[in-house]
């Protein structure tokens, strides 16, 4: 039996997981092309980051290759084994890193959201609301409930920007921290 820390994935690695144990055997450029086709941009579709986790996902004995040339070309085919269908059971019912906050590019910048230029930040939110609202889900989504998701989620995204905004007309003046002057701001480092 792995150890814990064996077992443990990034995200990127477990969604590749994921995508093979959905999609049954498939290439790292198939891979490569559902991480390209996600409507986020937080997923690196390259080949270079893509073909080197397979490799290690091979290495650790969570998939398997075998060789394909049904079409004349050389390519590996990798299916998920036992011991990565395991340790892709425990990603995905992973509460802590499930729960954790992780990377959304919107609520980093909100979080520094007071060092915008003065009346730059209500522009800034009028323009990220609309650009999510233009963002459809991808046409070509093949399971029913992923563009569920994706609509539910950008829901979410859009209530949180709507409540950021409300807070922000409620507490602007005292929340600035040049609402003192600029003397009230640290001074950047050279």
């Known amino acids: ?108 910048r909100l979080f520094f959201a007071e060092l915008m230029p003065e009346g730059v930040l209500d522009g800034f939110l009028t323009e990220v609301d609309a650009k999510m609202r233009a963002n459809g889900t991808p046409p070509d989504m093949e399971l029913r409930h992923v563009p569920s998701v994706h609509w539910i989620w950008r829901r979410f995204r859009h209530g949180a920007l709507a409540a950021f905004s409300n807070w922000l007309k409620d507490n602007q003046a005292e929340q600035r921290p040049d609402a003192a002057g600029p003397a009230a701001r640290p001074a950047a480092r050279q």
């Not at 996600?38 to 290495?59: D, T």
């Open 1 to 108: 039996m792995p150890s814990a820390e064996h077992r443990k994935l990034t995200e990127l690695e477990g969604s590749a997981l994921a995508i093979i144990a959905r999609n049954g055997a498939c290439t790292a450029y198939a891979i490569k092309e559902t991480f390209r086709k996600s409507p986020s941009s937080f997923w690196s579709g390259s080949a270079g980051a893509v073909y080197p986790l397979v490799k290690r996902l091979e290495a650790r004995g969570l998939i398997t290759s075998q060789a394909d040339e049904n079409d004349g070309r050389a390519r590996r085919e990798f299916t998920i084994t036992t011991e990565g269908e395991a340790v892709l059971a425990d990603w995905l019912t992973d509460v802590e890193r499930a729960a954790n906050p992780g990377y959304d590019p919107l609520r980093t």
